[in-house]
């Protein structure tokens, strides 16, 4: 996974945003999955319910440069 990670990420005008929903994702994983910052392409909900309430957040993080 780490890998393909990498070779997504050095693509050109690509940003990765990692999404992870529930209790059982690995935050670590999903920080190194996302563009840096980690902290701004990481969004974390508890359940799929819960997306609805992220949809700002959502396309804030996906379409800034």
Known sequence: ???E???L???TRTKVVA???GGEVSETELKY???APADRNVILVQ????LS???EQLINTSCSG
């Open 1 to 3: 996974m780490q890998l």
């Open 5 to 7: 990670a990498d070779k």
């Open 9 to 11: 990420k050095s693509l």
């Open 19 to 21: 999404l992870g929903i």
């Open 33 to 35: 999955i996302a563009s």
């Open 47 to 50: 359940d799929f319910s819960s």
């Open 53 to 55: 309430a992220m949809e």
